[in-house]
């Protein structure tokens, strides 16, 4: 991934700036952040494709079963689903603790830049795999993440080893169910035979207001 497809008005935005301008020197520093980060990040990401069937609020693939309404409701219609996982790497965490010792606005401004970054790559890796899917006819619904509404941050432990993680990226999950490395991302994506035209920041940006597969409706 390159410099140019971080947008530093993203990194400003996770910093808090909404409408208010940030001044030239919190510009910088941002700037700063994102090439320090960037010469850091090794990116990795995996996915697999799984057959899946959705049943009221279960979702049901391999052995495993998600209870999960948000999720259940924004995979209806779908008979495939994709398991993706997607890292950094360990190097932008070492450069995080480092600055947390150091200068702590730096390690913040580094936090959200580190953030940016990594849900950039999540979304070339999902155009990507929309590209592949297109081929078929297929659509995807939006990247769906544990934490995200009721769908339980436990189910990373099945998405973990069913993409096997460890091993294809270096990816872990911790006892208290937290990513290792911490600028990683486990996502559900469906796979749809209708076109959507999902927008890649997912259902919140999303200006299909009426849409019955909204995440949070
Ligand atoms: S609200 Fe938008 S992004 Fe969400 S499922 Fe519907 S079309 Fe896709």
């Known amino acids: 991934m390159q410099w140019k497809d971080v947008s530093q008005k993203e990194v400003l935005r996770y ?3 909404g409408r208010q301008e940030a001044d030239e020197a919190v510009k910088n520093l941002v700037s700063e952040c994102i090439g320090e980060i960037l010469n850091q990040c090794h990116c990795k990401h995996v ?16 052995n495993v079963v998600i209870e999960s309404k948000n999720l259940s409701k924004n995979l209806s219609e779908c008979e495939q689903m994709i398991l ?6 360990p190097q932008p965490d070492i450069l995080l603790k480092k600055y947390s010792r150091l200068d702590m606005s730096k390690a913040v401004v580094m936090q959200a830049a580190a953030a940016a970054i990594i849900e950039e790559y999540c979304d070339q890796c999902q155009k990507q795999i ?9 659509y995807l619904r939006p ?9 339980q941050l436990k189910h990373q432990k099945d998405m973990i080893l069913l993409l096997d993680c460890p091993r294809k990226i270096g990816l872990t999950l911790t006892d208290s169910l937290l990513l290792a490395p911490s600028k990683s991302v486990t996502a559900v ?7 959507k035209h999902c927008h890649i920041k997912g259902c919140e940006a999303c200006e299909n207001r009426n849409c019955t597969f909204r995440r949070d409706g």
């Open 189 to 195: 994506m469906g796979i749809s035979k209708k076109n």
């Open 84 to 89: 993706f996982a997607a890292t950094l790497g």
């Open 15 to 17: 910093l808090g700036y």
């Open 47 to 62: 996915y697999k494709r799984f057959h899946c069937t959705i049943e009221q609020h279960s979702i049901m693939f391999e």
């Open 130 to 138: 929309e590209k592949e899917l297109e081929q078929e006819q297929l």
């Open 143 to 151: 990247r769906f993440s544990p934490g995200y509404g009721d769908f």
